[in-house]
């Protein structure tokens, strides 16, 4: 009896944090763009133009491709926030089945490795259009994204200038070394 509890326990946590975790990446990556998800959708854009000094046929085909890209994407996030509220039903059953739970994390998970996979074509697919100045600069930020250390997330409660921020900017210019 024991024993029952205790896995129930553990799976009920485990949804709990993989729900948690899904909804942190949803919203900080794959929510729904609004009514202007086009002028949205450039804002990045508008970074790397400034960042990598993309050329204005540079930026145009980038344009096309992340119209392309975000459609993509948006398919697969709508199967994700399915997969959630079937996760969500499952758990909620007085007697979930955790076979058809095992299930939805596995579709879930693999969702979530598509739009991961489909991001790096991207970015390679990027790549192709730069310069070799212009991808060192280009996969430099990507870096800094991947690491946290970009300035967005920067921006998001680290404190810029800030005795941490300042110990892990060195730290990634030791890296970059």
Same mark, same amino acid.
């Given at each position: 009896?024991?024993?029952?509890?205790? /896995?129930?326990?553990? /799976?009920?946590?485990?949804?709990?944090?993989?729900?948690?975790?899904?909804? !942190?990446?949803?919203?900080?990556?794959?929510?729904?763009?609004?009514?202007?998800?086009? $002028?949205?959708?450039? @804002?990045?854009?508008?970074?790397?133009?400034?960042?990598?000094?993309?050329?204005?046929?540079?930026? @145009?085909?980038?344009?096309?491709?992340?119209?392309? !890209?975000?459609?993509?994407?948006?398919?697969?996030? @709508?199967?994700?926030?399915?997969?959630?509220?079937? +996760?969500?039903?499952?758990?909620?059953?007085?007697?979930?089945?955790?076979?058809?739970?095992?299930?939805?994390? @596995?579709?879930?998970?693999?969702?979530?490795?598509?739009?991961?996979?489909?991001?790096?074509?991207? +970015?390679?697919?990027?790549?192709? +259009? +730069?310069?070799? $100045?212009?991808?060192?600069?280009? !996969?430099?930020? !990507?870096?800094?994204?991947?690491?946290?250390?970009?300035?967005? $997330?920067?921006?998001?409660?680290?404190?810029?200038?800030?005795?941490?921020?300042?110990?892990?900017?060195?730290?990634?210019?030791?890296?970059?070394?």
């Amino acid at each position: 009896m024991k024993k029952k509890h205790f /896995v129930i326990a553990t /799976v009920f946590l485990c949804v709990i944090n993989i729900t948690a975790l899904a909804t !942190f990446s949803y919203n900080r990556w794959i929510r729904p763009k609004s009514m202007d998800m086009q $002028q949205e959708s450039f @804002e990045p854009l508008q970074i790397l133009r400034s960042e990598v000094r993309l050329t204005p046929q540079q930026m @145009e085909r980038m344009q096309g491709r992340r119209l392309s !890209f975000e459609r993509e994407i948006a398919s697969l996030s @709508e199967k994700m926030q399915e997969a959630k509220n079937s +996760l969500v039903k499952e758990t909620r059953k007085p007697s979930p089945d955790l076979d058809r739970i095992d299930a939805i994390i @596995e579709e879930y998970s693999r969702l979530q490795a598509s739009i991961q996979k489909e991001t790096m074509r991207n +970015l390679f697919k990027d790549r192709e +259009l +730069l310069t070799p $100045q212009q991808q060192e600069k280009y !996969f430099s930020l !990507f870096e800094d994204h991947m690491r946290g250390t970009g300035r967005r $997330q920067r921006a998001r409660g680290r404190g810029r200038g800030g005795p941490r921020w300042r110990k892990e900017s060195q730290q990634d210019e030791r890296i970059r070394k």
